[in-house]
């Protein structure tokens, strides 16, 4: 009976598998590399176009904003110019004021009063004087009081001086508070307000 030996041939086949079994494996590990390589570029990829989105973002935001802050300088220009056109509109409207005022407190100043002192702030008028008895005081009160350019009189002080003046018994001097108003136009401006009113 023959012998036959397998040996070799069961080593032979043996060494063939472990070279299959490296091999796979080689291609397994590369391929597994190949896989993490292209993950991590498209991942840094990704990054990138997010990032280049992120600054093209961040220069919009910075164009708008610095929109935002000239159209605030715009604004704050606006209301300044406003609030100046408002100012001289309100300087020409009053320009004609100031004559009434003046030629108003000409013809109501009654014989035996002097004016010293004429302060205005706003609509308040400051007005001091010398008179020649209190009933002239009270004639000049009741003259502002039924003016149409002067208004709300009142008496801070009056008082007695005691040096004689030549030819007279003794000036009092006085200091009173009035308003400018023009009754006309405050008229007018009721009228037109009860006409409006009526209409509705």
């Given amino acids: 009976m023959a012998h036959i030996n397998l040996l070799p041939w069961r080593q032979e086949r043996r060494e063939e598998q472990q070279r299959q079994l490296l091999t796979i494996t080689g291609l397994s590990v590369v391929l597994m590399l190949l896989i993490i390589l ?19 973002l961040q220069q919009q935001i910075n164009i708008v904003n610095q929109q935002l802050t000239e159209i605030s300088n715009l604004e704050k ?3 300044n110019l406003l609030d100046r056109m408002k100012i001289i509109q309100r300087l020409q409207e009053n320009r004609p004021e100031i004559v009434h005022l003046f ?3 000409a013809r109501r100043i009654p014989e035996g009063v002097h004016l010293t002192s004429f302060k ?5 008028l400051t007005i001091e004087g010398i008179a020649q008895s209190n009933a002239r005081v009270s004639a000049f009160m009741r003259n502002i009081d039924t003016s149409e350019w002067l208004g709300n009189p009142q008496l ?21 508070q009035a308003q400018q108003m023009n009754k006309l136009a405050q008229s007018d401006n009721e009228k037109e307000q009860k006409k409006q009113q009526a209409n509705k």
């Fill in 103 to 105: 030629d108003e407190l």
């Fill in 38 to 56: 292209a993950v991590h570029l498209e991942i840094s990829r990704q990054i990138s176009t997010q990032n280049a989105r992120n600054a093209y």
């Fill in 120 to 124: 205005q702030v706003e609509k308040a």
């Fill in 156 to 176: 801070s002080i009056i008082k007695t001086d005691d040096k004689k003046a030549a030819g007279q018994d003794g000036t009092r001097s006085f200091i009173l």
């Fill in 77 to 79: 220009g606006k209301k």
